[in-house]
Protein backbone atom coordinates (compact mmCIF):
# COMPACT_ATOMS: atom_id res chain seq x y z
CA UNK A 1 0.00 0.00 0.00
CA UNK A 2 1.48 3.52 -1.16
CA UNK A 3 2.80 5.74 1.81
CA UNK A 4 0.82 9.01 2.41
CA UNK A 5 3.36 11.65 2.01
CA UNK A 6 1.75 15.60 3.03
CA UNK A 7 3.74 18.23 1.38
CA UNK A 8 3.57 21.55 2.77
CA UNK A 9 4.01 24.67 0.23
CA UNK A 10 2.70 22.48 -2.19
CA UNK A 11 2.04 24.78 -5.12
CA UNK A 12 5.24 26.99 -4.04
CA UNK A 13 9.10 26.21 -5.75
CA UNK A 14 10.31 23.81 -2.89
CA UNK A 15 6.74 21.79 -1.86
CA UNK A 16 6.01 21.70 -5.96
CA UNK A 17 9.45 20.26 -6.62
CA UNK A 18 8.74 17.15 -3.96
CA UNK A 19 5.23 16.73 -5.15
CA UNK A 20 6.97 16.37 -8.54
CA UNK A 21 9.17 13.80 -7.70
CA UNK A 22 7.06 11.53 -5.91
CA UNK A 23 4.17 11.59 -8.02
CA UNK A 24 6.68 10.04 -10.50
CA UNK A 25 7.56 7.42 -8.06
CA UNK A 26 5.33 4.24 -7.51
CA UNK A 27 5.38 4.23 -3.44
CA UNK A 28 3.88 7.25 -2.43
CA UNK A 29 0.55 9.26 -2.28
CA UNK A 30 1.12 12.85 -2.74
CA UNK A 31 -1.65 14.95 0.21
CA UNK A 32 -1.16 18.31 -1.27
CA UNK A 33 -1.37 20.90 1.14
CA UNK A 34 -2.12 24.69 0.33
CA UNK A 35 -3.97 27.81 2.12
CA UNK A 36 -6.22 27.79 -0.68
CA UNK A 37 -7.17 24.68 -2.36
CA UNK A 38 -9.31 26.04 -4.73
CA UNK A 39 -6.57 27.81 -6.46
CA UNK A 40 -5.85 27.31 -10.07
CA UNK A 41 -2.45 25.56 -8.99
CA UNK A 42 -4.27 23.56 -6.05
CA UNK A 43 -6.39 21.71 -8.75
CA UNK A 44 -3.87 21.39 -11.49
CA UNK A 45 -2.28 19.04 -8.34
CA UNK A 46 -5.23 17.34 -8.47
CA UNK A 47 -5.70 16.53 -11.80
CA UNK A 48 -2.26 14.98 -11.41
CA UNK A 49 -3.20 12.81 -8.59
CA UNK A 50 -2.83 14.42 -5.47
CA UNK A 51 -5.33 14.46 -2.65
CA UNK A 52 -5.49 18.41 -2.46
CA UNK A 53 -5.96 19.79 1.39
CA UNK A 54 -6.50 23.21 2.84
CA UNK A 55 -4.05 23.56 5.70
CA UNK A 56 -3.52 26.82 7.74
CA UNK A 57 0.07 26.38 9.54
CA UNK A 58 -0.67 29.37 11.91
CA UNK A 59 -3.78 26.77 13.09
CA UNK A 60 -2.48 23.50 14.61
CA UNK A 61 -5.37 22.21 14.71
CA UNK A 62 -5.77 22.46 11.09
CA UNK A 63 -2.08 20.78 10.46
CA UNK A 64 -3.03 18.18 12.78
CA UNK A 65 -5.82 17.49 10.02
CA UNK A 66 -3.77 17.89 7.38
CA UNK A 67 -0.91 14.83 8.74
CA UNK A 68 -3.82 12.75 10.56
CA UNK A 69 -3.51 9.17 8.23
CA UNK A 70 0.17 10.23 6.55
CA UNK A 71 3.56 8.21 7.22
CA UNK A 72 5.39 11.14 6.89
CA UNK A 73 6.09 14.76 5.23
CA UNK A 74 7.59 17.36 3.29
CA UNK A 75 7.74 20.66 5.98
CA UNK A 76 8.54 24.15 4.77
CA UNK A 77 7.62 27.69 5.80
CA UNK A 78 7.96 31.04 4.03
CA UNK A 79 9.23 34.15 6.49
CA UNK A 80 9.35 36.40 3.90
CA UNK A 81 5.41 35.97 3.42
CA UNK A 82 4.93 37.92 6.60
CA UNK A 83 8.71 38.75 7.40
CA UNK A 84 7.46 37.99 11.20
CA UNK A 85 10.28 35.79 12.69
CA UNK A 86 8.63 34.83 15.70
CA UNK A 87 4.85 34.02 13.53
CA UNK A 88 7.24 31.45 11.29
CA UNK A 89 8.78 29.75 14.59
CA UNK A 90 4.72 29.37 15.54
CA UNK A 91 4.19 28.28 12.30
CA UNK A 92 7.28 25.18 12.73
CA UNK A 93 6.21 24.67 16.05
CA UNK A 94 3.04 23.89 15.35
CA UNK A 95 3.71 21.78 12.45
CA UNK A 96 6.28 19.97 14.74
CA UNK A 97 3.26 19.07 17.84
CA UNK A 98 0.86 18.47 15.47
CA UNK A 99 3.66 15.87 13.53
CA UNK A 100 3.97 14.50 17.04
CA UNK A 101 0.45 14.08 18.16
CA UNK A 102 -0.14 12.04 15.28
CA UNK A 103 2.65 10.02 15.41
CA UNK A 104 4.00 10.78 11.98
CA UNK A 105 7.03 8.21 10.86
CA UNK A 106 9.37 10.61 9.14
CA UNK A 107 8.83 14.63 9.61
CA UNK A 108 11.77 16.42 6.64
CA UNK A 109 11.83 19.78 7.16
CA UNK A 110 13.27 22.60 5.35
CA UNK A 111 15.71 23.95 8.03
CA UNK A 112 18.10 26.37 7.97
CA UNK A 113 21.67 27.34 9.71
CA UNK A 114 21.98 29.35 13.12
CA UNK A 115 23.00 32.58 11.51
CA UNK A 116 23.12 34.39 15.20
CA UNK A 117 24.98 31.94 16.80
CA UNK A 118 27.59 31.61 13.88
CA UNK A 119 28.43 35.34 13.53
CA UNK A 120 26.77 37.08 15.91
CA UNK A 121 24.53 38.69 13.41
CA UNK A 122 20.60 38.57 13.25
CA UNK A 123 19.11 36.88 10.24
CA UNK A 124 15.41 36.49 10.61
CA UNK A 125 15.01 33.93 8.02
CA UNK A 126 17.14 31.51 8.60
CA UNK A 127 17.34 31.78 12.41
CA UNK A 128 13.91 31.11 12.72
CA UNK A 129 13.97 28.08 11.02
CA UNK A 130 17.15 27.20 13.05
CA UNK A 131 15.06 27.49 16.10
CA UNK A 132 12.12 25.19 14.84
CA UNK A 133 15.07 22.28 14.09
CA UNK A 134 16.00 22.53 17.57
CA UNK A 135 12.59 22.19 18.79
CA UNK A 136 11.99 19.13 16.64
CA UNK A 137 14.98 17.42 18.29
CA UNK A 138 14.09 18.19 21.74
CA UNK A 139 10.22 17.09 20.91
CA UNK A 140 12.09 13.87 19.41
CA UNK A 141 9.97 13.77 16.22
CA UNK A 142 11.32 11.19 13.81
CA UNK A 143 12.73 13.88 11.18
CA UNK A 144 15.43 14.81 8.61
CA UNK A 145 16.34 18.45 7.98
CA UNK A 146 17.65 19.47 5.12
CA UNK A 147 19.17 22.59 4.39
CA UNK A 148 18.97 24.37 1.40
CA UNK A 149 21.43 26.20 -0.37
CA UNK A 150 20.82 29.75 -2.58
CA UNK A 151 18.43 28.72 -5.32
CA UNK A 152 19.97 29.20 -8.79
CA UNK A 153 16.31 30.14 -9.76
CA UNK A 154 16.89 33.62 -8.10
CA UNK A 155 19.36 34.47 -9.97
CA UNK A 156 17.27 35.45 -12.94
CA UNK A 157 14.80 36.25 -10.64
CA UNK A 158 14.48 39.24 -7.22
CA UNK A 159 18.22 38.79 -7.98
CA UNK A 160 18.57 39.22 -11.54
CA UNK A 161 21.84 40.75 -12.91
CA UNK A 162 20.48 45.49 -13.55
CA UNK A 163 21.19 46.64 -16.89
CA UNK A 164 23.42 49.70 -16.39
CA UNK A 165 23.98 52.98 -18.17
CA UNK A 166 26.56 51.32 -20.13
CA UNK A 167 24.72 48.87 -21.51
CA UNK A 168 26.58 46.30 -19.21
CA UNK A 169 24.30 44.35 -16.76
CA UNK A 170 25.59 44.50 -12.57
CA UNK A 171 25.36 41.09 -10.49
CA UNK A 172 25.54 42.49 -7.49
CA UNK A 173 25.91 39.29 -4.91
CA UNK A 174 27.84 40.74 -2.25
CA UNK A 175 29.97 37.45 -1.83
CA UNK A 176 33.58 38.92 -2.38
CA UNK A 177 36.00 35.97 -3.70
CA UNK A 178 34.18 33.83 -1.53
CA UNK A 179 32.32 30.91 -3.79
CA UNK A 180 28.67 30.50 -2.55
CA UNK A 181 26.57 26.85 -2.28
CA UNK A 182 24.05 26.96 -4.82
CA UNK A 183 21.36 24.67 -5.64
CA UNK A 184 18.81 24.53 -8.98
CA UNK A 185 15.27 24.79 -6.41
CA UNK A 186 13.29 22.91 -8.83
CA UNK A 187 14.97 19.36 -8.81
CA UNK A 188 14.96 19.03 -4.99
CA UNK A 189 12.46 17.01 -4.69
CA UNK A 190 14.49 13.74 -5.92
CA UNK A 191 16.83 14.50 -2.91
CA UNK A 192 13.46 14.36 -0.47
CA UNK A 193 11.94 11.46 -2.28
CA UNK A 194 15.65 9.61 -1.66
CA UNK A 195 15.45 10.64 1.78
CA UNK A 196 12.21 9.03 2.50
CA UNK A 197 13.08 6.01 1.04
CA UNK A 198 15.56 5.72 2.86
CA UNK A 199 14.81 6.46 6.72
CA UNK A 200 17.36 4.02 7.87
CA UNK A 201 20.26 6.06 6.45
CA UNK A 202 18.40 9.66 7.14
CA UNK A 203 16.74 9.70 10.03
CA UNK A 204 18.27 12.19 13.02
CA UNK A 205 20.29 13.85 9.90
CA UNK A 206 20.86 17.55 8.76
CA UNK A 207 21.93 17.49 5.46
CA UNK A 208 22.50 20.62 3.51
CA UNK A 209 21.83 20.35 -0.21
CA UNK A 210 23.99 21.94 -2.70
CA UNK A 211 25.05 21.38 -6.34
CA UNK A 212 27.66 23.60 -6.89
CA UNK A 213 29.92 26.05 -5.34
CA UNK A 214 30.60 29.61 -7.47
CA UNK A 215 32.25 32.53 -7.21
CA UNK A 216 29.65 35.78 -7.97
CA UNK A 217 32.85 36.24 -11.02
CA UNK A 218 31.95 32.63 -12.15
CA UNK A 219 28.23 32.82 -12.21
CA UNK A 220 28.74 36.51 -14.07
CA UNK A 221 31.04 34.38 -16.83
CA UNK A 222 28.50 32.06 -16.99
CA UNK A 223 25.60 34.48 -17.87
CA UNK A 224 27.74 36.43 -20.42
CA UNK A 225 28.85 33.08 -22.17
CA UNK A 226 24.90 32.03 -22.37
CA UNK A 227 23.32 35.27 -23.15
CA UNK A 228 26.08 36.61 -25.88
CA UNK A 229 26.12 39.56 -26.76
CA UNK A 230 25.10 40.88 -23.37
CA UNK A 231 27.24 41.37 -20.50
CA UNK A 232 27.14 40.65 -16.98
CA UNK A 233 30.01 41.20 -14.62
CA UNK A 234 30.41 41.20 -10.51
CA UNK A 235 29.58 44.85 -9.41
CA UNK A 236 31.79 43.99 -6.59
CA UNK A 237 29.60 45.11 -4.26
CA UNK A 238 29.70 45.12 -0.40
CA UNK A 239 28.07 43.56 2.38
CA UNK A 240 27.50 47.53 3.72
CA UNK A 241 25.88 48.99 0.47
CA UNK A 242 23.97 46.20 -0.01
CA UNK A 243 22.40 45.65 3.15
CA UNK A 244 21.43 49.90 2.60
CA UNK A 245 19.72 49.10 -0.42
CA UNK A 246 16.79 49.82 1.42
CA UNK A 247 14.30 46.79 -0.33
CA UNK A 248 12.73 44.96 3.31
CA UNK A 249 14.79 42.23 4.27
CA UNK A 250 18.05 43.77 2.57
CA UNK A 251 19.39 43.84 6.55
CA UNK A 252 18.95 39.95 6.47
CA UNK A 253 19.76 39.05 3.40
CA UNK A 254 22.98 40.67 4.60
CA UNK A 255 23.81 38.93 7.30
CA UNK A 256 22.97 35.84 4.94
CA UNK A 257 25.75 36.47 2.75
CA UNK A 258 27.91 37.40 5.41
CA UNK A 259 27.40 34.08 7.03
CA UNK A 260 27.71 31.79 3.59
CA UNK A 261 31.80 34.12 3.57
CA UNK A 262 32.60 33.26 6.58
CA UNK A 263 30.15 30.96 8.88
CA UNK A 264 31.19 27.72 7.22
CA UNK A 265 27.76 26.80 6.17
CA UNK A 266 27.73 23.05 6.47
CA UNK A 267 26.49 22.10 2.57
CA UNK A 268 27.38 18.68 0.74
CA UNK A 269 27.72 18.60 -2.66
CA UNK A 270 28.84 14.65 -2.77
CA UNK A 271 25.92 13.60 -0.46
CA UNK A 272 23.51 15.90 -2.66
CA UNK A 273 24.66 14.57 -5.80
CA UNK A 274 24.47 10.83 -4.61
CA UNK A 275 20.73 11.99 -3.22
CA UNK A 276 20.16 13.42 -7.14
CA UNK A 277 22.81 12.36 -9.57
CA UNK A 278 20.78 14.50 -11.90
CA UNK A 279 21.03 17.93 -10.61
CA UNK A 280 22.98 20.39 -12.57
CA UNK A 281 25.94 22.71 -11.53
CA UNK A 282 25.47 25.80 -11.69
CA UNK A 283 27.15 26.69 -15.71
CA UNK A 284 24.80 23.77 -16.63
CA UNK A 285 21.67 25.25 -15.09
CA UNK A 286 22.12 28.47 -17.18
CA UNK A 287 23.00 27.05 -20.38
CA UNK A 288 19.86 24.73 -19.85
CA UNK A 289 17.46 28.71 -18.39
CA UNK A 290 18.92 30.59 -21.33
CA UNK A 291 15.65 31.85 -22.32
CA UNK A 292 14.63 32.44 -18.92
CA UNK A 293 18.29 34.55 -18.67
CA UNK A 294 17.69 36.10 -21.65
CA UNK A 295 14.46 37.60 -20.72
CA UNK A 296 15.50 38.37 -17.70
CA UNK A 297 18.52 40.56 -19.02
CA UNK A 298 15.77 43.48 -20.28
Keep these: MAKVIAVFGATGQQGGSVVRALLASSGYKVRALTRNSKSNKAEELEKQGCEVFQADVDDKQSVIKALSGAYGSFAVTNFWDHMDKAREIQQGKNIVEAAKEVGLKHLVYSGLDNVKAAIGKECPHFDAKAEVEEYIQHQKVPFTSV ?15 RKMPDGRYALSVPMGDVAMDVICIKQIGECVHQILNDPGSYLGKIIGLSSDKVTTEQMAASFS ?25 ADDMAAMFEFYQRG ?28 ALNNALQ
Aim: proline share 9%; hydrophobic share 30%; aromatic share 12%.
Design 147 to 161: RMSAYCENFITNSAP
Design 225 to 249: KYAAPKVVYDAKITLEDFAKQGFPG
Design 264 to 291: NPDRNIELTRKLNPKLPTFDEWVCDNKE
